[in-house]
């Protein structure tokens, strides 16, 4: 399973904490990101454990986790607690949060050199050193700026190189948030930015990409309260497997790693790995775009869509696709992708050739 995984969401080299014993260390996670990363859902927060603190910079010091979280900028909730209450509630391991983050900002606006890349890496330092784990969200600003896929992930990139560093851990697991949804008149890029955070997951070989797509919504960007909690918890699970070792705990999600054009040119058959058993198709979430890159534009929509033989989906065209294309799950600014695998796991937004 790692082997395949490590293609399709870049697990090139994964880190593993040893079983919680008693008085061992916290690991500490970094959140950062824009809005979604902030939080925006209705409170109440989820209870808190004991297990789980944020750091209070104003106070100066840690406290028992719980939503509203400091240094978010919110008065709402977020998934950063649910997933570290996930973790903690399965390993019985401390879990740290802190961190920085603000609504409304573009990649470049967390740069070493800008106002959001200095208080990110101020709070790095002081209350993240040795952090295990760094948790980003954001993405959406630089969506509606159409901003140049391979620009975003070189600035992710240089981000996440200067938060190990001042962290001191070189091999740190970064978690992407692959974008969710846009459901606004303003044109944006949003497909192109999660292609982007797929693909600097797969370059990096330290980073898991959980898509907050097929979430309950909120509003027109932001996800509802069940959303955030939905999308903490399989972060949780994300880190349980590739981090915290756990053999009991069910992800990936189903990955599109195949897709073959049938005779007729009007169906294509598409696989999903790491699933058994596929749930929750919907047609108007694939599409046909040009190959070679990440693709902007949708050329075709599917026009039906049905599971076969538990990890297969046929798809149906209304014409013949024309090649070279590539096929898209999670296509255009705001698709449903409410695929999901026998635990509830998501798909995350991929383009594979035909």
């Given amino acids: 399973m790692i082997a395949k995984l490590s293609v399709v969401l870049g697990f090139l080299a994964l880190v593993f904490a040893p079983a919680a014993s008693c008085g061992e260390p916290a690991d500490t996670w970094i959140l950062s990101g824009q809005s979604n990363a902030c939080g925006r859902g209705a409170l109440p927060g989820l209870a808190e454990n004991p297990l789980v603190e944020a750091f209070d910079a104003k106070a100066g010091k840690w406290a028992p986790a719980k939503d509203p979280?400091?240094?978010?900028?919110?008065?709402?909730?977020g998934p950063w607690h649910a997933?570290?209450?996930?973790?903690?509630?399965?390993?019985?391991k401390p879990i740290r949060l802190t961190g920085f983050a603000e609504g409304g900002q573009p990649i470049s606006y967390f740069r070493t050199t800008a106002v959001g890349g200095k208080a990110l890496l101020k709070s790095v330092k002081a209350s993240g050193q040795g952090a295990g784990v760094f948790l980003w969200y954001q993405g959406e600003t630089d969506?509606?700026?159409?901003?140049?896929?391979?620009?975003?992930?070189?600035?992710?990139?240089?981000?996440?190189?200067?938060?190990?560093?001042?962290?001191?851990?070189?091999?740190?697991?970064?978690?992407?948030v692959q974008l969710s949804y846009w459901?606004?008149?303003?044109?944006?890029?949003?497909?192109?930015?999660?292609?982007?955070?797929?693909?600097?997951?797969?370059?990096?070989g330290n980073a898991l990409l959980v898509p907050a797509l097929g979430r309950k919504a909120g509003d027109y960007v932001h996800l509802h309260r069940d959303g955030y909690i939905e999308l903490g918890k399989e972060i949780g699970r994300a880190l349980l497997v590739t981090r915290y070792g756990a053999k009991d705990v069910n992800w990936p999600g189903p990955v599109l790693d195949g897709a073959t054009l049938a005779a007729d040119g009007k169906s294509v058959v598409a696989h999903f790995a790491e699933a058994r058993k596929l749930a929750g198709a919907e047609a108007a979430d694939f599409g046909i775009v040009d190959a070679g890159g990440a693709a902007k534009e949708v050329r075709a929509a599917a026009v039906k869509a049905e599971v076969a033989g538990g990890t297969l989906v046929t798809l149906t065209f209304a014409e013949p696709v024309k090649l070279p294309a590539a096929l898209v799950y999670g296509a255009g600014n705001n698709p449903k992708a409410s695929l999901v695998d026998e635990a509830g796991n998501r798909a995350p937004a991929v383009q594979v050739e035909l």
């Fill in 83 to 92: 997933a570290a209450l996930e973790v903690a509630g399965k390993t019985g």
């Fill in 143 to 176: 969506a509606v700026n159409k901003l140049d896929p391979a620009k975003y992930q070189e600035e992710l990139k240089a981000l996440l190189a200067a938060v190990r560093t001042e962290a001191g851990n070189p091999k740190m697991t970064a978690v992407v």
């Fill in 69 to 77: 979280l400091p240094g978010m900028g919110t008065d709402r909730l």
């Fill in 183 to 204: 459901n606004d008149k303003r044109p944006a890029d949003f497909m192109a930015i999660r292609e982007a955070e797929r693909r600097f997951v797969i370059a990096d």
